[in-house]
């Protein structure tokens, strides 16, 4: 009875250990069958005029090549000029903003007022004030809404998380450039800046795929012709639901591989915040 209870445990699904690449590609395998055959069958006929509105993934994979390489390029470029111009301004702001307050704590709450109204605000009425007041770019050049809502979709976050980790400080350290004679100014460029870089790090992670969105969201109020947006309203128009799920993916794909990027950017500059050493 020993050995065969010993059998019966050593097949326990919780002692079988699979490596991470493995258990994401199950995963990916698993929602692209899922997507397939509801696609084929449940939702075959879902759509406006009997038009198949969720395509299979050879429909959209074929859609994709077919559409051509010069077309996404066209578009994510713009895109993605709106997103870093917006992603640059807004995260500048969000850091000048949390050092100010280290230096004038009296600013605390005049800076997380404005960051919580900035958040709290829906982005939608933002942007339909935006494009009354800004010019309309020419063709093929950023949108200027678009650059403002991606500013304005990273800056609560990285406002909160540059603070806590300013704040985060170590006392004693603190303690010692005061003994010394030492300025608030002093504390931040000798101990805080040094300590916030995890947070200030994820917080600037984060912010990527956020300025993205912000800036395909800005898009859609920008009466530009050229972009994310654009072309996702055009596929749309056209009926053309697998261009539509082409440009969605892409656009994941590419707010994923900035996600990352940072990520490793954040992992060479902050090593300890993963639990690694140099």
Do not use: H
Request: proline share 5%; net charge positive; charged share 10%.
């Amino acid at each position: 009875m020993t050995t065969d209870a010993a059998k019966a445990r050593a097949i326990q699904w919780e002692d079988i250990r699979l490596p991470a690449w493995l258990t994401g590609l199950i995963g990916v395998v698993g929602v692209v069958a899922l997507w397939w055959i509801l696609a084929a069958t449940v939702f075959a006929n879902v759509g406006p005029g009997g038009a198949q509105a969720i395509p299979t993934p050879p429909q959209v994979v074929g859609e994709f090549f077919a559409t051509g390489w010069e077309f996404y390029v066209r578009n994510f470029s713009v895109t993605l000029a709106e997103a870093g111009i917006g992603y640059a301004w807004g995260n500048g702001l969000a850091l000048l903003l949390a050092a100010l307050v280290l230096i004038v704590p009296r600013l605390e709450g005049v800076v997380m007022q404005v960051a919580i109204l900035t958040y709290c605000v829906p982005i939608v009425a933002i942007g339909l004030l935006i494009v009354v007041i800004v010019p309309v770019p020419a063709a093929g050049d950023p949108s200027p809404t678009a650059v403002i809502l991606a500013a304005l979709s990273c800056f609560f976050t990285t406002v909160v998380g540059a603070l806590l980790g300013l704040k985060a400080a170590d006392r004693a350290s603190l303690d010692v450039i005061t003994v010394y004679g030492g300025s608030r100014l002093t504390q931040l460029r000798k101990v805080r800046l040094i300590a916030s870089l995890p947070s200030i790090l994820n917080a600037l992670q984060i912010a990527v795929p956020a300025a993205f969105l912000g800036a395909v969201l800005g898009e859609f109020f920008g009466k530009i012709t050229v972009g994310v947006g654009p072309a996702m309203i055009s596929a749309q128009q056209a009926l053309n639901a697998a261009r539509v799920w082409d440009v969605a993916l892409v656009s994941g794909a590419v707010a994923l591989v900035g996600y990352g990027l940072l990520g490793v950017v954040a992992r060479a500059v902050a090593p300890w915040s993963k639990g690694s050493a140099r």
